[in-house]
């Protein structure tokens, strides 16, 4: 196995009486997109800033390539930051901005034209290039300051909520715009977002943060299909969380049980709503009587009332089976997949 | 009946047109014309003629070369100290920057002779500069050349101006975001490249406002050189004065005057060039 590009080791940060980071560890790996993802104040953004080296960490070393950066500034970092509302030079061209990075780096005035007009292509902005930032959209705005950062060629590119500012419809199109130069620069990328939409689309490692701590890193789908605590499930997509009682390494919930290895006392399985099917035949099901009934588009979101009163909801393809939805206050029978639940603290 | 805006505005701004008509552009336009005209029997006369420009192009392109050269550097030191105090208080200092904006504020409350009369008290042979070199070792003798020189009409002035400097630039500093400045930095530049390719340019407006009002001012100025300049520090101020009042020749005096406002004129439209010139990114297209 090959070192890690990015080594965080004991990292902390904190301010007078508050930790915004407590100490923790953090390997990235070359060619990585990956997600710091948690809610405001969850300290994703101060840890964004101690490896650009903006701040300076508390505690703990930044290792970049094997090499320790703890000390340097943003300025002696092989990093570039994309920051939240872009911090364009506002008296710059397009072009004045992109080349500024390589003019300071002292690279010749030739080869900088040349690394400009490369940028120009990559992010499409070829158009606007004599424009000052102020006459561009917000997302060819995002788009120049992407090629500024890149145009430098970071061993890593940091990206502080990059899509936060732009409306839904060019969200989308900048995810797969980021996906796409991702693939083709074949970088590695860090970002921040508290939108776990865009961390599931966009990152291939998503690290989430919760009060100044990772509680959970692994693949977009890890981190959904198996959350680690109760606040991953809530925070990642739609959870139904049931609670049931652990005892003797099996937790009993509905008809069945499921292993679980860990103490005894109360737990909370976590169920994703698209998982539970409705007519349910397997070893775990659960009984109940449907009160919400409601057309989504793709999908029917049904809630199914258990008979001690907990509230599951239920996904299912609005057209795939056909089949109408069951009526409102008609039983139903849910069928939860073992492999679909994940047993976490309460 | 319901006006059309242009109108409208063209209304609203009829007062102070006003002003400016009544109160700046009939007095200037009538200096204009008296510059033109001659004493006849100590009394001015109606003429066209243009032996006052003339005489003034004889006598007092000296007073008028160094009156510029003065105003300039005062205006330099002016704009300079404004911009590293302006910068200070807005990127450096935190809550202190209140305390030294406060403090650069309050000497407005001083006026104008007050503040001579300090300097004059300080910079003197006696004074407490002098005290404090001597005392630090520094020097054996009082330095005869602070008061009544050139120097300590540049001192005086800078002191007086940067209160007036400061606030322009300050406001334009205001305006200068942290975020570029920190792109700046993550793209390797270093703080001199940061201030000079990314600060300065985006407070050129104001850095010129400052430039141009610690330069006319003293341009202007003919008390300060009087007071504390000695007997061979005259500037164009103080030779208009004395055409005006002292020799009572009115064209005379109003030709200098014009002839100074066309050369302060020429000083600034050239500033605004360079300025312009020196903060305009010269890379990329």
Redesign the interface.
Do not use: C, H, V, Y
């Given at each position: 196995m090959s070192d890690p590009l990015l080594r965080l080791r004991n990292i902390s940060k904190n301010y007078r009486e508050t930790q915004a980071v407590h100490p923790l560890d953090l390997d990235v790996e070359r060619g990585d997109f990956v997600a710091l993802l948690g809610p405001s104040g969850c300290g994703k953004t101060t840890l964004l800033r101690m490896i650009g080296g903006f701040l300076p960490p508390s505690t703990g070393t930044i290792e970049i390539g094997g090499q320790d950066v703890t000390a340097l500034g943003p300025e002696k970092r092989n990093t570039n930051m994309v920051f939240q509302g872009y911090g364009l030079f506002p008296h710059m061209t397009v072009a004045q901005n992109i080349g500024y990075g390589p003019k300071i780096a002292g690279r010749d005035p030739e080869q900088i034209d040349l690394d400009v007009v490369r940028m120009l292509n990559l992010v499409h902005l070829g158009a606007v290039a004599d424009r000052l930032p102020a006459a561009l959209s917000g997302g060819q705005q995002q788009r120049v300051a992407l090629a500024r950062a890149l145009v430098m060629r970071p061993s890593i590119l940091l990206l502080d909520e990059p899509l936060a500012a732009l409306d839904l419809k060019l969200r989308k199109a900048m995810q797969d715009e980021l996906k796409s130069l991702h693939r083709a620069i074949g970088g590695t990328f860090i970002f921040v977002t508290h939108d776990q939409g865009e961390a599931i689309d966009l990152a291939n490692r998503i690290v989430v943060m919760e009060a100044g701590r990772i509680v959970q890193q692994g693949t977009p789908e890890d981190v959904y299909r198996r959350p680690a605590s109760r606040f991953v499930a809530s925070f990642i997509g739609d959870a139904n969380m049931l609670s049931a009682v652990r005892k003797g390494g099996e937790v009993e919930i509905g008809s069945g049980r499921l292993p679980s290895p860990g103490p005894d006392g109360p737990v909370l399985v976590v169920i994703r709503p698209d998982d539970i099917a409705l007519a349910g035949d397997g070893p775990l099901t659960l009984a109940g009587t449907v009160t919400e009934s409601r057309f989504m588009g793709p999908y029917l979101r049904l809630v199914v009332t258990l008979a001690d009163g907990t509230a599951v909801t239920v996904h299912r393809p609005s057209g795939a089976e056909g089949a109408a939805p069951p009526p409102m206050g008609s039983t139903a029978t849910l069928g939860l997949p073992a492999a679909a639940c994940s047993v976490v603290a309460p | 009946m319901s006006l059309s805006p242009a109108l409208r505005r063209g209304l609203g701004l009829t007062p102070a047109l006003t002003i400016f008509g009544l109160f700046f552009a009939l007095p200037m336009a009538y200096l204009l014309v008296v510059t033109f005209w001659r004493i006849k029997r100590y009394r001015l006369t109606p003429d066209f003629t243009l032996s006052n420009y003339a005489d003034v192009f004889g006598d007092y392109l000296h007073a008028l070369g160094f009156t510029l050269v003065i105003a300039l550097v005062i205006a330099l030191i002016t704009t300079a100290l404004a911009f590293a105090i302006a910068y200070l208080i807005r990127f450096r200092s935190g809550l202190f920057g209140q305390i030294i904006l406060l403090s650069a504020l309050a000497t407005l409350f001083g006026g104008y002779l007050v503040k001579i009369y300090a300097w004059k008290a300080m910079l003197g042979a006696q004074g407490s500069v002098n005290l404090l070199l001597i005392n630090l070792g520094l020097i054996d003798e009082p330095i005869s050349w602070l008061l009544y020189s050139p120097a300590a009409v540049v001192i005086t002035l800078v002191h007086f101006m940067l209160p007036f400097a400061l606030l322009p630039i300050l406001a334009g500093l205001r305006g200068v975001?942290e975020?570029?400045l920190?792109?700046?930095?993550?793209?390797?530049?270093?703080p001199w490249?940061i201030t000079r390719?990314?600060v300065l340019?985006?407070c050129r407006g104001s850095l010129f406002s400052a430039f141009s009002l610690a330069f006319l001012i003293p341009a202007g100025d003919y008390v300060t050189p009087r007071l504390v300049g000695g007997p061979e520090t005259f500037m164009v101020g103080n030779f208009i004065e004395n055409l005006f009042v002292g020799r009572m020749n009115a064209p005379m005096g109003a030709a200098l005057a014009f002839t100074t406002l066309l050369a302060c004129g020429i000083v600034l439209v050239t500033a605004h060039w360079l300025l312009g010139r020196a903060l305009t990114?010269k890379?990329?297209?």
């Open positions: - | 975001s975020a570029p920190e792109a700046a930095r993550d793209l390797g530049a270093k490249q390719d990314i340019p985006q990114p890379w990329g297209r």
